[in-house]
């Protein structure tokens, strides 16, 4: 198991958040994908709204996005969680490769669509 910290970058216009996660994963590919998982889902998974222009998701004026990600070790993955960070190491990975098929085939819909050609 391979241990990660993250940010989920907000912008609310003038106002900027990063928010720190903490997550395990099985290699960096899954860390990846659990990381944009994160991003799409962070306020709701059905109120999320992908804007292909800045290639960023919304929840209404809210933008959210993918900050750095790093792994780190098991004690520091410890330590950090102590100081009330969120672990948000999914209960499922089926439930994250099932939003990646779900987000993927929304992209290939929308290329496809005369809105993919502005």
Same mark, same amino acid.
């Given at each position: 198991?391979?241990?990660?910290?993250?940010?989920?970058?907000?912008?609310?216009?003038?106002?900027?958040?990063?928010?720190? @996660? @903490?997550?395990?994963?099985?290699?960096?590919?899954?860390?990846?994908?659990?990381? $944009?998982?994160?991003?799409?889902?962070?306020?709701?998974?059905?109120?999320?709204?992908?804007? $292909?222009?800045?290639?960023?998701?919304?929840?209404? $004026?809210?933008?959210?996005?993918?900050?750095?990600?790093?792994?780190?070790?098991?004690?520091?993955?410890?330590?950090?969680?102590?100081? $009330?960070?969120?672990?948000?190491?999914?209960?499922?990975?089926?439930?994250?490769?099932?939003?990646?098929?779900?987000?993927?085939?929304?992209?290939?819909?929308?290329?496809?669509?005369?809105?993919?050609?502005?």
């Amino acid at each position: 198991m391979k241990y990660f910290i993250a940010n989920i970058d907000e912008q609310n216009g003038e106002f900027e958040i990063s928010q720190t @996660i @903490i997550f395990r994963a099985e290699s960096i590919e899954q860390a990846d994908k659990i990381h $944009f998982y994160t991003v799409g889902t962070w306020y709701g998974e059905d109120i999320m709204e992908w804007n $292909f222009h800045d290639e960023r998701f919304y929840n209404d $004026f809210v933008a959210v996005s993918e900050g750095y990600m790093n792994e780190i070790d098991k004690h520091t993955f410890d330590q950090v969680y102590k100081h $009330f960070v969120v672990d948000m190491t999914p209960k499922s990975f089926e439930d994250v490769e099932g939003w990646h098929r779900k987000h993927s085939r929304y992209l290939k819909e929308w290329a496809e669509s005369e809105n993919g050609y502005d």
